[in-house]
C-alpha cells in the first residue's frame, strides 16, 4: 500500500482523508519537490509522446533518450509526470519509456470498471511488444512497483533487471501501518455503500479498490522472479520495513536497500542517490555474496 496518499496526485484526489493545514503544507511540500525545473512537459509531450491500441484500450507513452532500454512505472493515481526528477538522469545514459498506466493520467480507461494489477502488468508486457522492444530494465514506485514484480512473474522474458520501491504483497496492517489503513478506510467505505458516484467518485472507488482490495502475492511467488532485483523502502514508509524485508528475502537474486529518514517518496525525497544507486544496480551482474565474501 505503498501509496501515493503522499505523491502529488493523490493529495488532492485523497484531500479528504487530511486537515485542511495538513493538506495545505503537504501541498506545498509537494510543489516545491516536483517542481520542473527542464521545461520539458513530462506527461504531455507532444514531441514524443504517443497512444498505443493495447489490450482494448489507448496507452499513452513517451520516450526519452536513447540506449537500452528502462521501463519507468507510477504508482496509484499517479502518472508519468510524478517522475519529473528521475527521466532528466536516465535518458543520458538510456532509452527511458514510461507510460501512463491504464485508467490513470492520460491513458484512456474502457468501459469496464475492473482493474488489476495483473491487468497493468499485462499491459507493459503489451507496450513492450508494441514497441519492438524484447526486454528492458524496469523501475516501479508504489503500485509501479507491484507492477514491476507481476510483470517479472507473469512475463519474465520482458524484465532483464528490475527496481522497486515501496511495493507490497498484499493489502492490510501486517504490510502497512495501522495509521496509513485508518486514514484510507473511512472514504473506502464511504464510496464502497454508494449507488450512484458522479466520474471522480468512479474513479476514486477504482483507485481506492486497488489500494484497499489488492494485490494478493504469496511470499513463495515471488520466486518466479529470477532477475537480480533490487528491492528499496524508507524506513519510514507507509510500508513496514519487515514487509519490504519479506520480499527481499523471497526473490532468489535480490539486493536490499532502506533508505534513512525516508518516507514512501524515495524517488522524489532522495532523488539523486535513488537515480544514482539504481543506474550502478543496473551496469553491474548480481553478485552472490557468502562464505568469506561476508566480511568484505
Not at 488489476?116 to 499485462?122: G, H, I
Not at 519490504?244 to 537474486?253: A, H
Request: some cysteine; hydrophobic content about 40%.
Amino acid at each position: 500500500m505503498r501509496k501515493a496518499i503522499l505523491s502529488a496526485v493523490l493529495l488532492f484526489s485523497f484531500s479528504c482523508l487530511f486537515s485542511q493545514d495538513d493538506m495545505e503544507q503537504l501541498s506545498k511540500k509537494a510543489d516545491s519537490l516536483m517542481k520542473n525545473r527542464t521545461g520539458v512537459p513530462y506527461g504531455n509531450n507532444p514531441a514524443t509522446g504517443k497512444y498505443y491500441d493495447i489490450r482494448g484500450f489507448k496507452m499513452y507513452a513517451e520516450v526519452y533518450g536513447t540506449g537500452a532500454p528502462v521501463l519507468i512505472i507510477h504508482g496509484n493515481g499517479g502518472s508519468i509526470s510524478n517522475f519529473i526528477r528521475n527521466i532528466p538522469y536516465f535518458e543520458k545514459k538510456y532509452k527511458v519509456i514510461i507510460a501512463d498506466s491504464r485508467a490513470q493520467g492520460k491513458s484512456y480507461d474502457t468501459k469496464n470498471d475492473s482493474l488489476s494489477y495483473e491487468m497493468m502488468a499485462d499491459d507493459y508486457a503489451a507496450l513492450l511488444d508494441a514497441m519492438k522492444i524484447d526486454s528492458a530494465n524496469v523501475i516501479g514506485w508504489s503500485d509501479g512497483g507491484i507492477n514491476g514484480l507481476l510483470l517479472a512473474m507473469r512475463h519474465p522474458e520482458k524484465v532483464k533487471m528490475l527496481a522497486i520501491t515501496g511495493a507490497n504483497l498484499w493489502p492490510d496492517t501486517n504490510a502497512v501501518f495501522q495509521e496509513v489503513w485508518d486514514m484510507v478506510m473511512p472514504e473506502y467505505n464511504s464510496l464502497k455503500g454508494k449507488t450512484n458516484m458522479n466520474p471522480m467518485e468512479k474513479q476514486g472507488w477504482k483507485m481506492l479498490r486497488l489500494l484497499c482490495e489488492q494485490p494478493n502475492i504469496k511470499p513463495a511467488e515471488l520466486s518466479k522472479v529470477k532477475c537480480p532485483t533490487l528491492v528499496i523502502g524508507g524506513d519510514h514508509d507507509v510500508i513496514k520495513e519487515e514487509h519490504t524485508m519479506l520480499i527481499y528475502k523471497s526473490i532468489p537474486r535480490a539486493y536490499l536497500w532502506i533508505l534513512p529518514a525516508s518516507g514512501h517518496s524515495t524517488p522524489v525525497i532522495y532523488s539523486e542517490d535513488f537515480n544514482k544507486n539504481i543506474d550502478n544496480f543496473f551496469q553491474k551482474p548480481y553478485r552472490v555474496i557468502k562464505g568469506a565474501a561476508r566480511f568484505l
